[in-house]
């Protein structure tokens, strides 16, 4: 796996703006939605880690944004 550097994740979603403001891509909603299919050991380790967060505790979709955003910001 390669790691991409935050300039590079930045830039690669301000090319993909540019292309929606120039109507490339039609429309896309605000939050585009992105399914993801996890094993039963994934889907385990998710409930663990939502387990181990501080009342309210995050739903799979709100937990799964936050670990996104922390690997990619970590990999600045």
Same mark, same amino acid.
């Given at each position: 796996?390669?790691?991409?550097?935050?300039?590079?994740?930045?830039?690669?979603?301000?090319?993909?703006?540019?292309?929606?403001?120039?109507?490339?891509?039609? !429309?896309? &909603? +605000?939050?585009? *939605?992105?399914?993801?299919?996890?094993?039963?050991?994934?889907?385990?380790?998710?409930? #663990?880690?939502?387990? !181990?967060? &501080? +009342?309210?505790? *995050?739903?799979?979709?709100?937990?799964?944004?936050?670990?996104?955003?922390?690997?990619? #910001?970590?990999?600045?």
């Amino acid at each position: 796996m390669t790691n991409r550097s935050f300039e590079e994740i930045m830039r690669a979603a301000g090319v993909a703006a540019a292309k929606v403001k120039r109507g490339y891509l039609s !429309d896309p &909603p +605000d939050n585009a *939605p992105v399914v993801l299919s996890l094993d039963a050991i994934e889907l385990g380790a998710l409930d #663990l880690w939502i387990e !181990d967060q &501080p +009342d309210p505790k *995050p739903t799979r979709q709100e937990a799964a944004r936050m670990l996104i955003n922390e690997a990619l #910001l970590v990999s600045k």
